[in-house]
Nanobody, 121 residues
Framework: QVQLVESGGGLVQPGGSLRLSCAAS????????MGWYRQAPGNERELVAA???????RYADSVKGRFTISRDYAKNTVYLQMNSLKPEDTAVYYC???????????????WGQGTQVTVSS
């Protein structure tokens, strides 16, 4: 089994910062891409940022220049540094990872349980 555990969410004022972490553990041979998604009430889940195992990144247009995704390959952990937060960033943030559990396994996508981020004064 593979588990993803997120941390770092909370309540922050507009203009503030938060750093989310997501650690993958369990039966892991390799991890390809890792990413962050978010879902606000009444909205579909959307990609926020993603990073491949070679370090290539991509971001949603709405967070470019404000959010930074990074990864600690040795710890199987992905981070999301969120600066200049806006009320519209309020959502549940989920991390995911494309994982091979053993050498000849297919890549499967696993999700964390989500962490709430609320931006409000």
């Amino acid at each position: 089994q593979v588990q993803l555990v997120e941390s770092g969410g909370g309540l922050v004022q507009p203009g503030g910062s938060l750093r989310l972490s997501c650690a993958a553990s369990g039966s892991i041979f390799s991890i390809n891409a890792m990413g962050w998604y978010r879902q606000a009430p009444g909205n579909e889940r959307e990609l926020v940022a993603a990073i491949t195992n070679s370090g290539n990144t991509r971001y949603a247009d709405s967070v470019k220049g404000r959010f930074t995704i990074s990864r600690d390959y040795a710890k199987n952990t992905v981070y999301l540094q969120m600066n200049s937060l806006k009320p519209e960033d309020t959502a549940v943030y989920y991390c995911n990872a494309e994982v091979k559990r053993y050498r000849f396994d297919q890549s499967l996508t696993y999700w964390g349980q989500g962490t709430q981020v609320t931006v409000s004064s």
